[in-house]
């Protein structure tokens, strides 16, 4: 898969339908989606730049992650974000069965989500979930957190623990516990599948003003991240826009 730069982070140049199909049919991905957040952190932070560009796909989430890919590299590139990315993987995986397997976030907001998708997918392969409290990395990949994904060894492994924590629990796993499932670090989309926050609508989406619609609704934990990483989002990429 080809790979477009941007800022420091390698991001793929791909589709919702490749990643989802590559996600039913192989195995050992490790799957980041990457939006303006994860970009600037990895510009300013060497480590989990690292650890994010170790990923096999590194998803362009987002309008100005994949607008900012077509810009640089003429590659037509569009959103692959994470909530369509879900939907469609599994719509894909109900025709070989692919087993699913959720990581994180709360039990409340993860049985609403599997509720959820109950209805829409009668015959999805759901192999277990795991909420942990809120851990340090350390204490996370435990024994009586992972030992049931030992176990089950799901195909898929979707994790929901914000970024970076879920990204650097997927490399820690995959580097010291060895499962060959396949890892999705997914964020918010447990909330927004389960009901417990409303999605932006796509029209705002691929327009890039999904930020204003999440600001709205979590001012408070938001603000900070949209209004500094966006400003500092725009100077890093005219500096390579020129650079280029």
């Not at 991001?11 to 600037?40: P, Y």
């Not at 009901?195 to 600001?215: S, Y």
């Amino acid at each position: 898969m080809k790979s477009a730069t941007i800022l420091k982070t390698e991001i793929s140049v791909t589709s919702i339908d490749e990643v989802s199909k590559l996600l039913t049919i192989k195995k050992n991905l490790m799957v980041a989606v990457c939006n303006v957040n994860t970009i600037v952190t990895c510009y300013r932070n060497k480590s989990i730049n690292k650890i994010i560009n170790s990923f096999d796909i590194k998803c362009p989430d987002g309008f100005p992650v994949a607008k900012s890919s077509e810009i640089l590299y003429k590659n037509q590139q569009k959103r692959v974000d994470g909530y369509n990315l879900f939907y469609d993987t599994i719509e894909k995986g109900l025709e070989n069965d692919t087993s699913h397997y959720f990581f994180g976030n709360t039990d409340i907001v993860t049985n609403k989500m599997i509720s959820n998708l109950k209805i829409k997918f009668p015959k999805i392969n759901i192999s277990g979930y795991t909420c942990p409290p809120f851990l340090d990395l350390e204490k996370l990949t435990e024994d009586k957190y992972i030992n049931d994904l030992k176990t089950k060894n799901p195909d898929i492994i979707w994790v929901s623990l914000g970024f970076p924590k879920q990204e650097q629990f997927i490399n820690k796993l995959k580097s010291e516990v060895g499962l060959n499932s396949n890892f999705v670090g997914i964020g918010a989309v447990f909330e927004w599948v389960a009901g417990t926050k409303v999605k932006a609508p796509e029209i705002l989406a691929n327009i890039g003003l999904e930020w204003i619609f999440r600001l709205l609704q979590e001012p408070k934990r938001l603000y900070k991240r949209y209004f500094i990483d966006n400003s500092l989002f725009i100077i890093y990429f005219i500096k390579q826009y020129l650079s280029k």
